[in-house]
């Protein structure tokens, strides 16, 4: 099993997503638990990341590990539709303005997905008003801001600003992904900070079950 495990891994890496999508039904038929192929993907993803920021890979790459991740999770939803149900409010993603990398929140909302989350998905490059709006049309909670590079900070500390001045603040919870650390959180104003994919799902239902607005990472 671990052998499996780590050869998904592998495979991810290298972007083989005809052994990434065979391994993934041989796990499934050992009754290795979606939820656990799914961190590995997810592992793999972030080899693949690495490799982006050494020159290794190029953004087709990354684009191609979403591709594949996307595949992975038709796969394992496949006769489990009970898992694709939402039963948790609606929760607002969005790569903030000037930022168009989607790869970490498209991974992030497949697995909330996954975990009965209904998500809003606003997609890249989306102007801060786009969040206020669909804060009001969905009367979300929780709203996650996701950037890769320096200009995205801006741009959540902007978005995070017009929340506060349409008066939704008080009541909405803000998780900043990518690459963000606490400095960045304090920077931009947000609740939470958020780099493990696997773990917004987590913190989410944390969040909406005692609405603990006390900032802290994961």
């Avoid at 200009?151 to 900043?176: Q, Y």
Wanted: glycine letters at 8%; one cysteine or more; charged letters at 25%.
């Amino acid at each position: 099993m671990l052998k499996l495990q780590k050869m998904l891994v592998g495979a991810m890496a290298r972007l083989d997503d005809t052994m990434v999508l065979n391994l993934v039904k041989q796990g499934l038929r050992m009754g290795i638990s979606p939820y656990v192929l799914l961190e590995e993907i997810r592992a793999g993803t972030d080899r693949v990341g690495e490799l982006y920021s050494r020159g290794e890979y190029f953004l087709s790459d990354l684009i191609m590990a979403s591709e594949i991740f996307k595949d992975v999770l038709a796969l394992v939803n496949q006769d489990r539709d009970v898992r694709t149900k939402a039963f948790y409010p609606t929760v607002i993603f969005g790569t903030v303005e000037e930022d168009i990398h989607d790869i970490g929140k498209n991974i992030t909302t497949g697995i909330m997905r996954y975990n009965g989350f209904d998500i809003c998905d606003l997609g890249v490059n989306v102007p801060a008003q786009n969040f206020v709006d669909a804060v009001n049309l969905h009367n979300s909670r929780i709203v996650c801001l996701t950037g890769l590079i320096t200009e995205a900070f801006d741009s959540m500390k902007n978005t995070i600003m017009l929340l506060e001045e349409a008066g939704l603040r008080e009541r909405t919870t803000v998780i900043i992904g990518g690459l963000v650390n606490e400095s960045v959180r304090k920077y931009t104003g947000a609740d939470y900070w958020a780099t493990d994919c696997t773990k917004v799902a987590e913190l989410c239902r944390s969040i909406l079950a005692t609405d603990n607005r006390i900032a802290q990472s994961l």
